[in-house]
């Protein structure tokens, strides 16, 4: 049974920095790629942020680019996001998604419907 558990969200002032891990179980995680999604209150979920089955291909929309970093440890099963200069809109739950590519170029996904596995979500809030 696949299992992905977010953590490392929570309340941060405008301006600072948060962590989310995504742990990822019941899956051989190198053969996923990855992706980070959020949701505010009354909005459509919206992609965050997507890397490839090793690590070395990422993608962001482009109003996130330079704020945010998606990465990942193969080796722990885990994949991380890296949120700089948080901004109170930032505010959303977050979700991490695992997409099957065993093989073949990383496809980078940014609708959600791609994705078949998802984690339960980590609340994270910027305070002005």
């Known amino acids: 049974q696949v299992q992905l558990v977010e953590s490392g969200g929570g309340l941060v002032q405008a301006g600072g920095s948060l962590r989310l891990s995504c742990a990822a179980s019941g899956l051989t995680f190198s053969m996923y790629s990855m992706g980070w999604f959020r949701q505010a209150p009354g909005k459509e979920r919206e992609f965050v942020a997507g890397?490839?089955?090793?690590?070395?291909?990422?993608n962001y929309p482009d109003s996130l680019k330079g704020r945010f970093t998606i990465s990942r440890n193969n080796a722990k099963n885990t994949v991380y996001l890296q949120m700089n200069s948080l901004k109170p809109e930032d505010t959303a739950v977050y979700y991490c998604?695992?997409?099957?590519?065993?093989?073949?170029?990383?496809?980078?996904?940014?609708?959600?419907?791609?994705?078949?596995?998802w984690g339960q979500g980590t609340q994270v809030t910027v305070s002005s």
């Open positions: 998604a695992a997409d099957w590519a065993p093989v073949g170029d990383y496809v980078p996904r940014t609708a959600s419907y791609a994705y078949e596995n």
């Open positions: 890397i490839s089955r090793s690590g070395d291909e990422t």
